[in-house]
């Protein structure tokens, strides 16, 4: 069954953690487009959900912090 708890920080790093070139930083914020694409990958297996987000979409998630919230969106939409 799927995750019904919003993304937090601590998810979105635990699922970076298999990239071999992440930083192990934990506090490291900026993503590069790799991150992006495996995040999303990821959220939308562990939600069985399909995020269907544009190029615009995925270039404002530059961040951890941007990535929160965008997915937590994308994830609520795609389950309304």
Do not use: F
Not at 26 to 36: N, T
Not at 49 to 72: E, G, I
């Amino acid at each position: 069954m799927a995750d019904t708890v919003p993304l937090d920080r601590a998810q979105l790093v635990s699922m970076l953690a298999p990239l071999a070139h992440r930083s192990r930083d934990p506090e490291a914020e900026r993503l590069d487009s790799m991150e992006v694409a495996w995040l999303v990958h990821q959220v939308e297996q562990r939600y069985q959900v399909r995020m269907d987000l544009d190029d615009d979409q995925l270039a404002m998630m530059r961040t951890l912090t941007d990535a929160v919230r965008l997915l937590n969106e994308s994830v609520a939409a795609g389950r309304a």
